[in-house]
């Protein structure tokens, strides 16, 4: 089992509201990584970060914002929730790695959120 | 285009009995390929990692393969249980970048029947 961990696992709430979706581990891991999955839809890389202070935006546009203030937290805001974001959100957490080693991306168990 | 197929799209075995999941891709450079299993309301958990050089890999009851040449993968489930129900993503990892990005598939549904 894995050694990250996402808050809260399920959130509904109503249009509008800011929510934040909390994300950390414990492994000591420079990369971490935000995904989106709607049913039976694959992962969609949505934001990551090579380490602290660095945050970067993935293949999916999203209107959510991220920060890593520290090695092993990494929170995904919403200014202002909508139903389009109505969605499964995946935290995952990798060691630094030469481009083309393999590497292990652990996940968290996610957040199920659903906005009204 | 950079693109991970997997098929079935689902499936149903009675428990006992053996299932082989198929996964074709078009990720180049291509870096490595894993398979991860991902139960109803939880994140992927690998199962295995494959490199350009490894033909096969073993993870108890689990068998991946992995042909470079023709871009295909299959993952091999044996004498299935109840708990492999679950959903079976295939991803492929390229070397272009140094985040060495992920390619997913959408998963293959597995049902095991008692």
């Known amino acids: 089992e894995a050694d990250i961990y996402q808050t809260p696992r399920y959130l509904v709430i109503g249009t509008g509201k800011k929510i934040t979706l909390e994300c950390s581990q414990t492994m000591g891991h420079d990369k971490m990584y935000w995904y989106q999955q709607d049913p039976g839809m694959e992962l969609h890389l949505i934001h990551y970060?090579?380490?602290?202070?660095?945050?970067e935006k993935g293949d999916l546009s999203s209107e959510s914002t991220v920060s890593r203030i520290r090695t092993e937290h990494f929170p995904l805001t919403l200014e202002s929730a909508r139903p389009s974001h109505t969605s499964q959100y995946l935290c995952a957490s990798s060691e630094a790695n030469l481009a083309g080693d393999p590497y292990e991306q652990y996940f968290g168990p996610g957040t199920r959120l659903t906005v009204t | 285009k950079n693109q991970v197929e997997q098929s079935p799209q689902s499936l149903i075995i009675l428990e006992g009995k053996n299932c082989t999941l198929q996964c074709n891709y078009t990720v180049s450079p291509f870096s490595n390929l894993r398979w991860y299993k991902q139960d109803t309301g939880r994140g992927p958990v690998s199962l295995t990692i494959m490199t350009f050089s490894e033909n096969t890999k073993s993870n108890g009851r689990y068998t991946a393969t992995l042909d470079a040449d023709t871009k295909q993968s299959s993952l091999h489930i044996t004498a299935s249980q109840l708990s492999d129900s679950a959903s079976y993503i295939c991803?492929?990892?390229?070397?272009?970048?140094?985040?060495?990005?992920?390619?997913f598939g959408r998963g293959t549904q597995l049902t095991v029947w008692p």
């Open positions: 970060s090579y380490g602290v202070n660095s945050t």
């Open positions: 991803v492929v990892s390229d070397r272009g970048s140094t985040l060495g990005r992920l390619y």
